[in-house]
């Protein structure tokens, strides 16, 4: 059973970074995307950023020009560095693995991580 885990939460200011990391205990074969989802306290979880293959980017509005995503292919590690953190960027942070179906009969199966708590205080 493949698990992610993340790490590089915590405490920080506003004005603050941090940087997540993700790695998969091993290596998985044929992700196409990576990326990071967010559930502040009594709310949904949403979308922060994803990285494809090729390394486009895609962003949640209320982080672009703050946090960057990125990955290294060759271990299976996502990371997300985030810059001038704000309170409302509070919550816990789930790193997924997307791997398309194999065959046209296979399902597509996402990974998920345990979640690493982000904390910024104003």
């Known amino acids: 059973q493949v698990q992610l885990t993340e790490s590089g939460g915590g405490l920080v200011q506003a004005g603050g970074s941090l940087r997540l990391s993700c790695e998969a205990s091993?290596?998985?074969?044929?992700?196409?995307?990576m990326g990071w989802y967010r559930q502040a306290p009594g709310k949904g979880r949403e979308l922060v950023a994803t990285i494809t293959g090729g390394g486009a980017t895609n962003y949640a509005d209320s982080v672009k020009g703050r946090f960057t995503i990125s990955k290294d292919n060759g271990q299976n590690t996502v990371y997300l560095q985030m810059n001038s953190l704000k309170p409302e960027d509070t919550g816990v942070y789930f790193c997924?693995?997307?791997?398309?179906?194999?065959?046209?009969?296979?399902?597509?199966?996402?990974?998920w991580g345990q979640g690493t708590r982000v904390t910024v205080s104003s």
């Open positions: 091993r290596r998985i074969f044929r992700i196409d995307t």
């Open positions: 997924y693995f997307h791997q398309p179906p194999a065959t046209i009969e296979a399902s597509a199966r996402d990974y």
